[in-house]
């Protein structure tokens, strides 16, 4: 399985891995834009001029919708097949987004200038400069690691404020201007160093995880090896069950977390004999007997290491052949009780089987095997599931008529995806 990986390099637009965290830290900062935003407000009451409180409102406003936007579509894309529903499938594009919203940001909180003009009050002045600064200070947390968001939001601001500063006929803000400058250049320095410390270690995180799914692949294609169809199996049923997590909404780490790990669903055949295994007549009692052994000796192969993908992987093996209806092995569970990967796994990896030749049977043809699935639905197959099988069918069908498939650029998993 070859894996497309989006390098991480320094650049004028987040990469997607500093997109991603940037999503997680945005309800904090709009939650801390909104309350500051709301307080300098209420202070500002009685102290400068209506019209110039109404401007610094409504300029906040807009900023917080226009935010709370980026933030909705994103999470929005997240549970799509395409991530970028928007636009286009670029991974900078979700970073030039959040730039305009930090920018945007910013500006608004630039405005502040224009109730400091407003004022007489040096005790007024003093509390919004510290303000400002603290908000500059604040934003080294959330925003420092993607020193260009970083930018975008602090310039504005403390630019802003600088030449406000310096224009006024005063050696005491004239200082204050110098202090912005110096202000300014440190938190623009923090933020730069804080940037490269991230962007070394998600550089490191990500060869981890290239590392961890190419010892994937390879352990699952060890499994099946010895014959050349069930090797193009694991690569078709794998990415089978990524576009079903899709389809049934379970979110983009989910698809990629079953997209590497669903390859490892028959790893215990390994420890099957060749006699049982290949052979091309039906199976004895004992025969089938010690076949059925395989989800549980897959799990025992799995067992020892920790991680969210191999934990996966684990209930897949040893649930994949278990049926809605209780029907199936090794523990007869039922229902919901089957965890919803193996499930996944379970519909992919029949009707695949099912379409091709094995030593002990000749391929279906489709329209046999979709009747198969469809007959089967309540009984060995999660009904749900089946339906957002059956709605993807002709995404499952090219796959068998794309002999590169496999290599095919799929998004890097977050690295939610493989935390221990």
Known sequence: MIIQQYPLKLGIFPSEAQVHQI?????????????????????????????????????????????????????????????????????????????????????????VVVLLSNSQQPQYHTLLIASVFAIAGAAVITLGSVFVIYQAFILPILLGLTAWAWLQESLLYTAISGICVVYLLHTSLVAWKLNQSSQNVDLKNQEIQRTQIEILAFLGRAGEYRDTETGEHIKRMSKSCYLLAMQAGLGHDFA????????????????????????????????????????????????????????????????????????????????????????????????DALTSARPYKAAWSYEQAIGYIRDQSGEHFDPELTQHFLAILPKILALRGSSNFHQQPYQPCTTACFSS
């Open 256 to 351: 990629t977390q079953i997209l590497y790990a669903s390859p490892l669903h028959d790893v215990g055949k390994i420890g099957i004999a060749d006699n049982i295994l290949l052979k091309p007549g039906k199976l004895t009692s004992d025969e089938l007997h010690v076949m059925r052994s395989h989800p549980l000796i897959g799990r025992a192969i799995l067992d020892g290491y920790e991680c969210d993908i191999i934990n996966m992987a684990k209930r897949i093996a040893e649930t994949h052949h278990e049926r809605w209806d209780g029907g199936g092995y090794p523990y007869g569970l039922a229902g919901k009780d089957i965890p919803i990967e193996g499930r996944i796994t379970s519909i992919c990896d029949v009707f």
């Open 23 to 111: 999503y997680h830290f945005a309800p904090w900062m709009l939650i801390g834009h909104c309350f500051g935003a709301s307080l300098v407000g209420l202070l500002s009451l009685g102290q400068t001029t209506d019209w110039a409180v109404m401007l610094w409102g409504i300029a906040h406003l807009l900023s917080l919708l226009w935010n709370s936007g980026i933030l909705l579509v994103y999470r929005r894309a997240q549970a799509r097949e395409h991530k970028h529903i928007l636009f286009t499938d670029t991974p900078c594009v979700w970073g030039r987004w959040y730039l305009s919203g930090a920018l945007l940001s910013g500006i608004t909180w630039s405005l």
